[in-house]
Nanobody, 123 residues
Framework: QVQLVESEGGLVHPGGSLKLSCVDS????????TAWFRQAPGKEREFVSL????????KYADAVKGRFTVTRDNAKNTVYLQMNDLTPEDTAIYYC????????????????WGQGTQVTVSS
């Protein structure tokens, strides 16, 4: 069973950085593709990044490419999202998710979700 728990988000000034983590309390974390999604008020949930089971294959949404970095540590059952050069447009609730099988950017294909954490970028 996969149970994802995200770290606390927070309030960040524009241009600032924040690192989120997502820990799986189960024992099969290394078998699952992980992804980060976000949802801003009034908008649909959107893809941010995904990471293969090994951590070798990583994809990013164009909106965050070059600013966000995802890594995973299977020994710690944890995936991280380092966010740099944040802008107000990055304000959203961020979710980590996991699925077995092939990687995808479609949130409907992910069966396991964290509780979500608020990230607010404001001066």
């Amino acid at each position: 069973q996969v149970q994802l728990v995200e770290s606390e988000g927070g309030l960040v000034h524009p241009g600032g950085s924040l690192k989120l983590s997502c820990v799986d309390s189960g024992r099969t974390f290394s078998l699952y593709v992980t992804a980060w999604f976000r949802q801003a008020p009034g908008k649909e949930r959107e893809f941010v990044s995904l990471c293969s089971t090994s951590g070798v294959s990583i994809k990013y949404a164009d909106a965050v490419k070059g600013r966000f970095t995802v890594t995973r540590d299977n020994a710690k059952n944890t995936v991280y999202l380092q966010m740099n050069d944040l802008t107000p447009e990055d304000t959203a609730i961020y979710y980590c998710a996991a699925k077995a099988g092939a990687s995808t950017q479609d949130p409907r294909m992910y069966g396991y979700w964290g509780q979500g954490t608020q990230v607010t970028v404001s001066s």
